[in-house]
Structures are given as structure tokens and as C-alpha cells.
């Protein structure tokens, strides 16, 4: 089955602990992305790969890191959490052509106490 | 700058009724995608419909059709014979092109309750 696969789906932490969620997807897309959503606000994006080796910062890039060494896989780095990054995040990839809409996994719940 | 705006954080609508969901947006590409997406209470996003800039006819899936406007940078989504199903939270989407390509800018989203 074609999927965007995240983990952990529910991420309870504490300030300043390092945490990685993952996200690999199974359809050969070159293109991967990250959007936090927050009520009031849609979803934003954090940062955007168009291959492995090759990334970009999207809207809300700051507090956050990112890695894409493998076309497959695409890792979300948060190497100090602050409680403001409280929110559900999404990992989502699609072709690269400008008609094609993002496969989004399915959403890692990250509450920074 | 590019930005997406949904003027209706929650709507309505009666069931078998047909419903209109605003999306206007702000670009300076000269060519961009625009989509749709429904996030049910469970969470996923899931992809309804897509329109181009450069399409001449509106887009349609089942009972999902875009009302794309080009002149007036608005691209709402119809939805018609609600069903309890639709009740979701909506967002509205734009791909950049030629100049953000990379970049996805979503609408804050519209809550739609369809009422038995």
C-alpha cells in the first residue's frame, strides 16, 4: 500500500530533550515536506526536501532540523523542544510536478511540557 | 507574498444540500496550483481536488467542484447533496510555480458540520 508512514503518532516531552520523529514513504517521491498545524493558523511549512542530499527552509523553519540521506526517509529534528512547539505535525511527499497534491502521513501529536 | 485565506472558520449546512467553502489567495507567480484538502476528526488530510492555473474549465470529482475565478484570486469549493460524511474540518491549498515551486501555503481551514 502506497504511504507516508510517521512515528511516533503521540510525543510527550520535556524542555530542551532532543527528539527525532520519522517519516519515510514508500512511493518514490522526490519531493518531502513538514507542516506543523495550530489551531487558528492551517498548516505551516517547516522545511521541504526536492531530493535526498537537498533541503530547504519553508515559513517556520526555526527550532527545527532536518536530514534527507535517503529518498525514502525524511526525519523531523527538534534538538531543543520549547513548549511553543506544542503542535501536530504532518510529513507529506508527492512527484515532483506542480499537479500533484502531497501524500501526507499521518500526523505525530508533539506536546512539549 | 503568497497567502491563502478561508474567511469562514465554521459553517453549516443541511443534509443533501449543496455548500460553498471561500478560498481566496494572493500570488505573484504567474502560474500555481490550487487544492483542496478535508481533515476528518480522525485527523488525516485527505486530497479532494485539484485546479491549475492555466485550466480553462473548472475542476470536478464526484461532488466536489472548484468555482475557480481567476480575475478575482478566488477558489472556492462546492460541495453538493452534503452528506453527515463531509462534517470536517477544509483547507485550501496553493503549490507555487515559477518562482515557489517548493513551497505549499495553506488557508486557516473551515469547520463544516452537516446536519441531519
Known amino acids: 500500500e502506497a504511504q507516508v508512514t510517521q512515528n511516533p503518532r503521540y510525543l510527550i516531552t520535556v524542555t530542551g530533550k532532543k527528539l527525532t520523529v520519522t517519516c519515510s514513504q514508500n512511493?518514490?517521491?522526490?519531493?518531502m515536506s513538514w507542516y506543523r498545524q495550530d489551531p487558528g493558523l492551517g498548516l505551516r511549512q517547516i522545511y521541504y526536501s526536492m531530493n535526498v542530499e537537498v533541503t530547504d527552509k519553508g515559513d517556520v523553519p526555526e527550532g527545527y532540523k532536518v536530514s534527507r540521506k535517503e529518498k525514502r526517509n525524511f526525519p523531523l529534528i527538534l534538538e531543543s523542544p520549547s513548549p511553543n512547539q506544542t503542535s501536530l505535525y504532518f510529513c507529506?511527499?508527492?512527484?515532483?510536478?506542480?499537479?500533484?497534491?502531497?501524500?501526507f502521513g499521518n500526523g505525530t501529536r508533539l506536546t512539549v511540557t | 507574498a503568497q497567502k491563502i485565506t478561508q474567511t469562514q472558520p465554521g459553517m453549516f449546512v443541511q443534509e443533501k444540500e449543496a455548500v460553498t467553502l471561500d478560498c481566496t489567495y494572493d500570488?505573484?507567480?504567474?502560474?500555481?496550483?490550487l487544492f483542496w484538502y478535508k481533515q476528518p476528526s480522525s485527523g488525516e488530510m485527505i486530497f479532494l481536488i485539484y485546479q491549475g492555473s492555466y485550466d480553462q474549465q473548472n475542476a470536478t470529482e464526484g461532488r466536489y467542484s472548484l468555482n475557480f475565478q481567476k480575475a478575482r484570486k478566488s477558489a472556492n469549493l462546492v460541495i453538493s447533496a452534503s452528506q453527515l460524511g463531509d462534517s470536517a474540518m477544509y483547507f485550501c491549498a496553493m503549490r507555487g510555480g515559477l518562482y515557489n515551486f517548493n513551497k505549499f501555503y495553506f488557508g486557516s481551514g473551515t469547520k463544516l458540520n452537516v446536519k441531519p
Open positions: 507529506a511527499s508527492s512527484p515532483s510536478r506542480g499537479d500533484s497534491p502531497l501524500h
Open positions: 512511493m518514490n517521491h522526490e519531493y
Open positions: 500570488t505573484s507567480d504567474p502560474s500555481y496550483g
